[in-house]
């Protein structure tokens, strides 16, 4: 399993795709690029696309993502893309509570359990305690990283 941790940015794309019938109809696809600024996303994602895509296509909205890092699986069955939050558990001396800090995760996986098997395969080199407290699949058809 491998992570990134970098500035990502949603985007959409809406195009004519030709569909089986030989209709086209006008869709809108899900992306993730790692990016610096919106300019950097938009410039990204027309890259990424002008090669898949032929005829004119345009960005319709390019979202910061609320999270940063990045799991990626190595199985090349896991297709989709699912949003995971998981709470962290720390205990504060002071006040002698439980302290539970939520961070977002994006996990590529084939399965909704594939996604939680790969967080806690991600997860477990960490010494935090954690729960998944929300899982869901999201609409992304990739990721696009910076090319080195």
Excluded at 59 to 74: A, C, D, K, L, M
Aim: charged share 30%; aromatic share 14%; net charge negative.
């Amino acid at each position: 399993m491998k992570s990134k941790t970098a500035n990502w940015f949603e985007t959409v794309i809406r195009y004519d795709k030709m569909q089986e019938d030989g209709m086209t109809k006008k869709v809108n696809e899900y992306y993730v690029v790692e990016a610096f600024s919106f300019g950097d996303a938009e410039e990204k994602i027309t890259e990424e696309m002008s090669s898949y895509i032929s005829g004119e296509f345009e960005v319709r909205n390019i979202t910061p993502s609320t999270y940063h890092e990045i799991f990626f699986s190595e199985n090349g069955n896991d297709d989709r893309w699912y949003k995971a939050r998981l709470q962290f558990i720390t205990f504060d001396e002071k006040t002698e509570k439980e302290k539970r800090t939520s961070v977002t995760y994006l996990v590529q996986a084939s399965t909704l359990n594939g996604a939680v098997k790969n967080i806690e395969e991600a997860m477990a080199g960490t010494m935090s305690d954690y729960v998944i407290s929300n899982i869901s699949e999201t609409k992304f058809l990739d990721v696009y990283e910076k090319k080195a």
